[in-house]
Every structure is written in C-alpha cells, then in structure tokens.
C-alpha cells in the first residue's frame, strides 16, 4: 500500500513538475502579461454572491477582455450578475421587461454594451415609444438546456413580461456533449473548484493555451487558404441531428411549461450561420426552428433576408472571428423591433 502510494506521488510529480517549471519560467519572463484577459474571468465563482444574483457573471465587475486584442473591448456586469446597467429585481411600474437568453451572440462577445442585440433591440423599442427594457441573460457556451435551467432557476426572479430565445448554429450539436455548461458553473461553485478555476484562469500557463490556440487557427487558415467554421452546424450526421433537433424540441417544450402558466410569451430569434452563407448552403436550420416554432404557435423572428443583402464582413467580425458584428447585431434588433411593435403582448 505504502510503496503504491509512493509510486502515484512521484508519477503525478513527474507529471506535474514540468508545468510547474514552465510556470515558473514563463512569470520571470513577464506572463501572465494580461493582455490576455478571457470572457472566462467575468464568471462567478463566489457561492455567497452567487446566491444573491441572478446572471452568472461577478456582480459589479468592471473589465475590458483583451483577447484577441485586435478585438478587445469593455464589459460591464451589473449588480445583479448579468451584462448590462444596473436594473432593479422587479421591473418598475409600467415598464415591459423582455428577458433575452442566448450564448456568446446575445452577450455580445468582441462588441461594447450598445452594441449588442439586446441594448439595440432596447434603444430601437424607446425609440418608437415603448417604455421597455430588455435584459441580456446571455453566456457563453449555452444551448437550451443552460438557457431552460437558467430561467426556471433563476431568470424568473427578474419577472420578465417576454423572453426571447436566441437560436444559433452550434445550439443543435451543443446537445450533443452531455452535460449542459449552466450546469457546469454551478458546480465550480462548490469545494474549492472555483478557486481552482480562478487560479487557472489568472495562470500564465492559460495565456500560453489562449495565445497557441489564436496562433494554431491563423496558421491553418494562412496554410490552407480556409476560414474555420467554429460555428457551424454541418458537421452532425443527419441521423443524429434529428435525434438531437427531438432533443432540442422537449426542451423547448419545457421552457413553454414554465412560461405559459404565468402569461409570459416566448419568441424565438433565429441568428444566421455564418458558414451557410459564406458556403451558399441552405439555412435548413432555420426552416425547421420556424416549425417547431409554428406547431407550438410560438413566435418566431428571423432576420436572415438582411443578412443576405450585405457582404459578410459587415455583418460578422471575420476573418477574425465568426461573430455578429455591430451591424450584424443591429439587424437582428431591427427584425425584433418590427415584430415586437406590432404585436400587442409586447406591450
């Protein structure tokens, strides 16, 4: 026993010391040099805060995430743990509150706060008279499930009038990983794993992964003349993208079981697929979303026409990255804004 004992320490030292050293090293060099300020160092890792908020997000944090840092730009995490200005818990009196849930492109990565859907889809509904607000519950990495767990758990305590569901390219294959990330962040809550997380994620060992993961990517693109796709959703054998649509579709179900008793509508925001359209592909994606949405009689929005009318560098941040630009954010507000003026339950 003692002898095996011995045996797993000096493997996991062995293990263990060269990253160590590389730590070492790399923090007499200057590392971690916080240029490389990750989306990830904006979570909550603290269970007594987290009990008192709502978003996931450290409340009150102020910061400007610098990776990559052609696109860095600012974030401001509300008090009650969600990007945005500061709201009360309860809407006041007269005052329609849309909750928006989504991922990466409802909170808005690489964009300023006015830049993102929700804060556009706001500026756009005062404008034609609406006393509204709209809230960004998005996170990075969520597919429905996180964005169901999310509002029964939480995003009810908000009190929302609407909530609108963002839909993007990678939702349906998201389902295939097991284990929903909402899940995930709750779970570093407990037994010292977010201090761990934190302390990853303020490593220099973390800023080597970040700045080898950009350098990888533009590497393979400059060798083979191609643009990733982290987005895309081509890449699911048909078979199994049925199964997980079935997938996608109960949990849908189960967002509407929360929502209906209590009178809240549900509306769904389709976001293009960058791939289908720099590939001339069919959106396939959004004319089955349009009927689970149409079976359910649910609303649905889709901003897919504007998006074919411009060139796609004005609408995404490629060749950078494959997410929405200001543009491309502003028309999914504008597709929301006419939808939701003339529909009386956004009143």
């Not at 492109?105 to 706001?122: C, D, K, N, Q, S």
């Not at 302390?199 to 191609?226: D, F, H, I, M, P």
């Not at 643009?227 to 048909?238: K, M």
């Not at 179900?253 to 720099?278: E, N």
Request: net charge negative.
């Amino acid at each position: 026993m003692i002898g095996a004992l011995r045996q797993g320490i000096a493997t996991l030292l062995i293990g263990v010391a060269p990253l160590l050293l590389l730590e070492g090293g790399l923090r007499l060099a200057g590392w971690p040099t916080e240029r490389v300020r990750s989306f990830s160092k904006l979570l909550n890792f603290d269970a007594e805060s987290w009990e008192r908020a709502v978003g996931v997000f450290q409340p009150g944090a102020r910061s400007t995430v610098l990776w990559p840092p052609e696109l860095a730009y600012e974030v401001h995490v509300n008090a009650l743990g969600l990007r945005g200005p500061e709201i009360e818990r309860r809407p006041p009196p007269g005052r329609t509150r849309i909750l928006a849930l989504g991922d990466s492109m409802t909170f808005g990565y690489y964009l300023e706060e006015p830049e993102t859907w929700p804060a556009r889809l706001e500026a756009r509904l005062r404008a034609a008279g609406r006393d509204v607000e709209v809230v960004n519950a998005g996170s990075g990495g969520w597919s429905i499930e996180s964005e169901t767990r999310f509002l029964e758990e939480r995003g009810l305590r908000l009190e929302p009038h609407r909530v609108l569901l963002a839909f993007c390219a990678n939702d349906i294959a998201d389902l295939d990983r097991g284990g929903a990330v909402y899940e995930g962040q709750k779970r570093s809550l407990g037994g010292g794993r977010g201090l761990l997380t934190g302390a990853l994620y303020t490593s220099a060992l973390y800023e080597l992964y970040l700045r080898a993961q950009v350098a990888w990517k533009r590497w393979r693109e400059e060798r083979t003349g191609e643009h990733a796709e982290p987005l895309t959703s081509v890449d699911v054998p048909p078979e199994r993208a049925d199964e997980l649509w079935e997938v996608y579709a109960d949990w849908l179900d189960r967002m509407l079981a929360i929502l209906a008793p209590r009178g809240i509508p549900l509306t769904i925001v389709y976001i293009p697929d960058v791939f289908r359209l720099d590939h001339g592909l069919p959106a396939t994606d959004e004319a089955r979303l349009r009927a689970l949405a149409s079976e359910r009689d649910i609303g649905f929005v889709s901003p897919l026409p504007a998006f074919e009318a411009h060139p796609l560098d004005e609408v995404y941040l490629i060749p950078l990255d494959d997410h929405l630009s200001a543009r491309g954010a502003d028309l999914v507000a504008e597709a929301l804004a006419e939808a939701l003026v003339l529909t009386p339950a956004a009143e």
